[in-house]
């Protein structure tokens, strides 16, 4: 059986993934094959180099330092989340806290990190071994940049927004690809549905990539679409869903360390249900 792992993402609810990843890394419970979105690219990176903890440290250190996100970046450059500071100041081999990617390359487990191509506003699929490389983690970088609070980031020429926007829930590309079944980690509750109202506002905005404006306009209603074939497919046995309970107002940038502490430490304690995959 191909056993697939899909994390979301979410910013700062990708706590809730870096616990579930821990819990399986603990456990020795491992994926043949992976979809990372935005931050959940992130988790998933660090769970292929098998850096237990890794993930939370950056989510309750150093998201908070001003480098990592802040009214200060944005000003500087246009860009509130730094990801260059996070992805190469931070994660390259010189780093405060380097990422083994050399485990990466030589894993045979299969991972792809999704963004959004922001001139077509549809999805890339990046292939972590082949577009990436040491200390280039440039893929990662593109599917975490967050529309309207960052500029599109170059990925091989693609300007490249967050893959939440194009595919928010993965699931058709994981069958595609020839998973028998997949684990997929959701940041907000199994119910809770999105509403347009935000993204419509957010859209305005995106003046210079009038496609992506029409797809995150569009987010919630993909998003929605995405979670009822993931209830769909669990119904049929191919999927486990993954879900925090509750998720105290968090938002994707929500500064709340104790809250993000305590997601991590819920998703630790989901993440037993994938004892049945020992």
């Given at each position: ?16 993934g ?6 399986c890394m603990d ?31 950056f ?8 480098q ?7 000003i ?14 931070l ?14 390359q030589n ?5 792809l ?34 529309p309207?609070v960052?500029?599109?980031?170059p ?9 939440g ?7 058709e590309k994981?069958?595609?690809?020839g ?29 210079k990539?009038?496609a ?6 569009d987010r919630s ?16 046995g ?6 925090p ?8 940038l ?21 004892d049945k995959?020992?």
């Open positions: 059986m191909k056993l697939g792992v899909i994390d979301v993402g979410g910013g700062v609810r990708g706590s809730y870096a616990g579930v990843l821990d819990y456990r020795g419970i491992s994926f043949d094959y992976g979809i990372g979105v935005s931050a959940g690219a992130a988790n998933i990176v660090s769970y292929l180099a098998g850096q237990r903890g890794r993930n939370y440290r989510y309750t250190d150093y998201a908070f330092r001003p990592y996100m802040g009214v200060g970046n944005f500087r450059s246009r860009n509130y989340i730094g990801l260059d500071y996070i992805y190469t100041t994660s390259a081999a010189g780093g405060e806290d380097p990422l083994d990617f050399r485990l990466v894993s045979e487990k299969e991972l990190i999704v963004a959004t191509d922001a001139r077509t506003g549809e999805p890339v699929y990046f292939d972590a071994k082949k577009d990436m490389d040491q200390d280039d983690y440039d893929a990662i970088k593109g599917s975490c940049c967050v309207v960052n500029k599109p980031y990925v091989h020429g693609i300007p490249c927004y967050d893959g926007i194009s595919d928010p829930v993965p699931l994981a069958f595609a690809d998973c028998d079944h997949v684990a997929l980690i959701l940041t907000r509750p199994r119910d809770d549905y999105r509403t347009a109202e935000k993204d419509i506002r957010m859209a305005r905005f995106l003046l990539y009038p992506s404006a029409r797809k995150m306009a209603t993909i998003y929605n679409e995405g979670l009822d074939l993931a209830k769909k497919y669990e119904a049929e191919k999927v486990t869903i993954i879900a309970a509750d998720i105290s107002g968090m938002k994707t929500t500064k709340d360390r104790n809250a993000i502490a305590k997601l991590y430490s819920d998703g630790y304690e989901d993440a037993k249900v994938l995959f020992l």
